[in-house]
T-cell receptor, first 113, second 113 residues
């Protein structure tokens, strides 16, 4: 049973560029959440998708957007990249019911030059 | 807004010694609390969760945590540390009726022989 998979594992971009990160949830899960983890910090919630709609959003600018597909997979898009966007981006999947545990992928390490 | 405070960014113990990692939360409603572990270059793995069924929660790898409402605490313990326990540990709480996780800044556990 495959867990949460993310691609790519590493990515290098320059300021001003755009990036798309991808996530496939654990089999049977219908909810995908995205987190940003800066070096030495705890993960910060970006947003959550359920039934192809953004259900909840954290304190991140509109440059961060996402999408969920009918097969429950998800993408995170970041426009106009800033140096401060350098971080580990984690995807987590869960069942849609409140307070079900979230299962995390290994993340995408994004470096901005 | 809910928040989590992890006291001690770094904890060092000897192999076989007691592990105690501290977590305090602030919440105006009954919280759902989680402990996650992160090994280098990996995502987060769920250790245990508190969902009001029992105040003492047992998790994987011999870890357990006790929910104390009067102290707003959810400290993580393990009776005897093993070298393989060396990792980053995060306490998290869900916000209100949503499922977004609010993480603490993490505690790095070092285990020496």
């Amino acid at each position: 049973d495959a867990g949460v998979t993310q691609s790519p594992t590493h990515l290098i971009k320059t300021r001003g560029q755009q990036v798309t990160l991808r996530c496939s949830p654990k089999s049977g899960h219908d909810t995908v959440s995205w987190y940003q983890q800066a070096l030495g910090q705890g993960p910060q919630f970006i947003f959550q998708y359920y039934e192809e709609e953004e259900r909840q959003r954290g304190n991140f600018p509109d440059r961060f957007s996402g999408h969920q597909f009918p097969n429950y997979s998800s993408e995170l898009n970041v426009n106009a990249l800033l140096l401060g966007d350098s971080a580990l981006y984690l995807c987590a999947s869960s069942l849609g019911r409140v307070n079900q545990p979230q299962h995390f992928g290994d993340g995408t390490r994004l470096s901005i030059l | 807004a809910q928040s989590v405070t992890q006291l001690g960014s770094h904890v060092s113990v000897s192999e076989g010694a007691l592990v105690l990692l501290r977590c305090n939360y602030s919440s105006s409603v009954p919280p759902y609390l989680f402990w996650y572990v992160q090994y280098p270059n990996q995502g987060l793995q769920l250790l245990l969760k508190y969902t009001s069924a029992a105040t003492l929660v047992k998790g994987i790898n011999g870890f357990e945590a006790e929910f104390k409402k009067s102290e707003t605490s959810f400290h993580l313990t393990k009776p005897s540390a093993h070298m393989s326990d060396a990792a980053e540990y995060f306490c998290a709480v869900t916000e209100g009726r949503g499922t977004a996780l609010i993480f603490g800044k993490g505690t790095t556990l070092s285990v020496s022989s």
